[in-house]
């Protein structure tokens, strides 16, 4: 690891002007994934501005019915919030799907939508990874794709979303609030924090330099039937080949998001008109534009049958 600077902030928008100004500086919270990426020198920041004493760290009624969720709330104690369980059970159960216990109990609601692809090329520093070092090229495209992503990539980057909890989200039409470096906020819907790879994969969000996460809000209660479906190659600590995030009411109507599919979390919501007639159809239209490769064409069948089986357990119950 190679050495760095540190010092705490006093306010989301000291935080926010510190970083504006330091293009070698990264916000430090959970650092379950930072630190891993600092130990590779994938990344190297020069200096760490700690936001943990921010004081964002509670769940507050919305003001209009929803919920306002702190940037450095844990994963442990979002997912086990008395509210969120009963009203946004999506949510709870994409949250326990990710990591163990021990990274739920450090990893925060701001980091966890953060987190950095898994690709094996982007973690392998001897090999070309365009994410990682732009204009070095995408070692993975012509490599070894199983686990990569099969709609929205771009001749620069296949790699995909890794997390679970931001597919939840993306289901539930949330919105991430933020504080940027000249002190001004900003409003995102899910739908439009995470890019696509494009022309410039090296960013996976929107944020601008130094922009801050403050707060996630959820929109009132879905109701519906909620289900978190995720399928991978052992029962923990992997990522999703598949994941599906459903609500689906009592007429048939629903929305449903997928992970482990794409850069982000992939949602087409006209598509979801098809849903009543089966995941087949749906399935058809979600993935319309797909690019699979051969070592991953297969998950796009198993997207389909994962659909299939979320839309049969929401019938049976």
């Not at 650092?31 to 994938?42: A, F, P, S, V």
């Not at 090329?121 to 001897?126: P, V």
């Not at 479906?229 to 029962?235: E, F, I, P, T």
């Not at 993935?287 to 051969?294: I, L, M, S, V």
């Amino acid at each position: 690891m190679k050495a760095f600077t540190y010092e705490r902030a006093k306010s989301p928008a000291d935080a926010a002007a510190i970083v504006g100004r330091n293009p070698q500086a990264k916000f430090l919270a959970g650092g379950t994934n930072l630190l891993d990426l600092m130990k590779l020198e994938i990344e190297t920041p020069t200096h760490l501005v700690d936001v943990q004493e921010l004081k964002l760290d509670r769940i507050e009624r919305g003001d209009d019915g929803g919920l306002r969720i702190g940037a450095l709330v844990t994963n442990t104690a979002l997912a086990s919030d008395k509210r969120i369980r009963r009203d946004y059970g999506v949510l709870t159960r994409a949250i326990v799907a990710g990591a163990s216990g021990q990274l739920r109990n450090k990893a925060t609601t701001a980091g966890n939508l953060m987190q950095r692809t898994r690709c094996p090329y982007f973690y392998d520093t001897n090999q070309p990874c365009n994410k990682r070092a732009p204009g070095s090229g995408c070692a993975a495209i012509g490599g070894y794709s199983r686990q990569l992503a099969v709609i929205g990539p771009s001749d620069k980057c296949i790699a995909t979303y890794p997390g679970d909890m931001a597919v939840g989200l993306r289901v539930l039409d949330a919105t991430v609030e933020t504080v940027k470096a000249d002190g001004s906020q900003r409003r995102i819907p899910i739908a439009d924090f995470h890019r696509l790879p494009e022309a410039a994969p090296e960013r996976d969000n929107v944020l601008e330099r130094g922009e801050l996460v403050t707060h996630v809000t959820l929109p009132k209660p879905a109701g519906g039937t909620q289900v978190y479906r995720k399928v991978r190659d052992r029962a923990s600590y992997a990522f999703a080949l598949v994941s599906v995030a459903a609500v689906i009411q009592k007429d048939g109507s629903a929305r449903v998001a997928f992970g482990g599919v794409a850069p982000k979390p992939w949602r087409v919501e006209a598509a979801e008109s098809s849903l009543p007639q089966g995941a087949k159809a749906a399935a058809a239209r979600i993935f319309a534009d797909a690019r699979p490769t051969e070592d991953n064409r297969f998950k796009l069948l198993l997207a389909e049958r994962t659909l299939a089986g979320v839309l049969a357990d929401a019938k049976g119950r």
